[in-house]
Each structure stands twice: as C-alpha cells, then as structure tokens.
T-cell receptor, first 112, second 115 residues
Framework: KQEVTQIPAALSVPEGENLVLNCSFTDSAIYNLQWFRQDPGKGLTSLLLIQSSQREQTSGRLNASLDKSSGRSTLYIAASQPGDSATYLCAVRTGANSKLTFGKGITLSVRP | DAGVIQSPRHEVTEMGQEVTLRCKPISGHDYLFWYRQTMMRGLELLIYFNNNVPIDDSGMPEDRFSAKMPNASFSTLKIQPSEPRDSAVYFC???FGTGGSEKLFFGSGTQLSVL
C-alpha cells in the first residue's frame, strides 16, 4: 500500500527566503506525482505534475523534482512571498487508472 | 466556467440526522470524485464516477454513506444516520478524460459538523 509522508507538518519562514518542501513515498513504482496548494477554506489547486519519466517540472517561482529510486519529491519555492502562505500537498498515482494517494500536507507561513 | 460548485458550504447537524451534500461538476468533465479531509487521516477518496457510473466505492467507510450521480451535472453524497466521527470537510472534484495525467478541479468543500 502506497503511503505518502510530508514532514514537517508546518513551516514558518521570512519573506524572500528560498525554501524546499519535502514529500516521500513508500512505493517507488509510481505513474506520476502532483503538488497541490490549498488555501484556508478552499479546495485544492494543482500546481505541478511530474510524470514518472521526468526529473522535474517548473512553473514560475516553483520547481518540483522527482527521485523515484529514493521515493522522494521536493517542491522548491524561490523568493517566497506572504501570498505563498498555504498548505502544500503532494499526491502520488501508482498507475494510469489508480487513485491519487495524498500526503497530509505542509502548512507554510511566509512572514512579511 | 464557475468551477466545481458544492453546497452547502457549512452543515451543522445532530447525531442520527440525515445529511445530503451536493456537487455540480465542471461542464464537460466525465469524472467526478468525492473526498473527505480530516486532520487525522488527511484527504481520502470515498468514491468516484465515470460518465455518471460509480467505478470505485471502496473508500466509502460504511453503509451509512451513499453517493449518486443521476446526471452529468449533479451528484450527491448522503450520510444516514450521521455520527460525530463523520465530522470533516467533504470535497467534490471533477476532471476530463483518463490516462492518469488529467488535472483535478476541486470545489471549495462542505464543512460538516455532527454534534
């Protein structure tokens, strides 16, 4: 059974800092991995999707990397801003028709 | 498009009462998912539909939970009778197509409190 872990559960950083959010998964035979953002009282918004054959994906100040062999993914946020404050969840799919398995998320607070 | 629309946003009910949560997916999407989110267990898939047909309901916790999708633009999740441990945020999400790389669009959720 695939398990996804995100540690720490919460993180507070000053504005402008570059930061890395970690995600680990137990079964390295994944189909793809996604990073989502969740704002308080809102649903999830997909940020980046990395296919199993890819090493990384970039969107603006966000960069997600994938290392299947070690069962890890990182979300790198450059020059963090208060507007980046949210909960970031990673989710793994083990097959094209399998369900997404989510981590519990990391709640990020960027202090002005 | 208005996105995935869920109602109500908040529901407070007493133990033993019937609760019905509603979802309108994005027009044209052929997959609909119901998730539950709690602090303890995170986000869990309850059931999903493809073209209005339930495909996998293995995440539905008990017979007290049921879901329907009578047409492409409407789905309900019903809990009868409700219990305090059902308190959670329930999300509906929709997507188009299959292949595993389709983007999921989430509604804003229903915060359910069972007293």
């Amino acid at each position: 059974k695939q398990e996804v872990t995100q540690i720490p559960a919460a993180l507070s950083v000053p504005e402008g800092e570059n930061l890395v959010l970690n995600c680990s998964f137990t079964d390295s035979a994944i189909y793809n991995l996604q990073w989502f953002r969740q704002d308080p009282g809102k649903g999830l918004t997909s940020l980046l999707l990395i296919q199993s054959s890819q090493r990384e994906q970039t969107s603006g100040r966000l960069n997600a990397s994938l290392d299947k062999s070690s069962g890890r993914s990182t979300l790198y946020i450059a020059a963090s801003q208060p507007g980046d404050s949210a909960t970031y969840l990673c989710a793994v799919r083990t097959g094209a028709n399998s369900k997404l398995t989510f981590g519990k998320g990391i709640t990020l607070s960027v202090r002005p | 498009d208005a996105g995935v629309i869920q109602s109500p946003r908040h529901e407070v009910t007493e133990m033993g009462q019937e609760v019905t949560l509603r979802c309108k997916p994005i027009s044209g999407h052929d997959y609909l998912f119901w998730y539950r989110q709690t602090m303890m267990r995170g986000l869990e898939l309850l059931i999903y539909f493809n073209n209005n047909v339930p495909i996998d309901d293995s995440g539905m916790p008990e017979d007290r939970f049921s879901a329907k999708m009578p047409n492409a633009s409407f789905s309900t999740l019903k809990i009868q009778p409700s219990e305090p441990r059902d308190s959670a945020v329930y999300f509906c999400a929709s997507s188009f197509g299959t292949g595993g790389s389709e983007k999921l669009f989430f509604g804003s959720g229903t915060q359910l409190s069972v007293l």
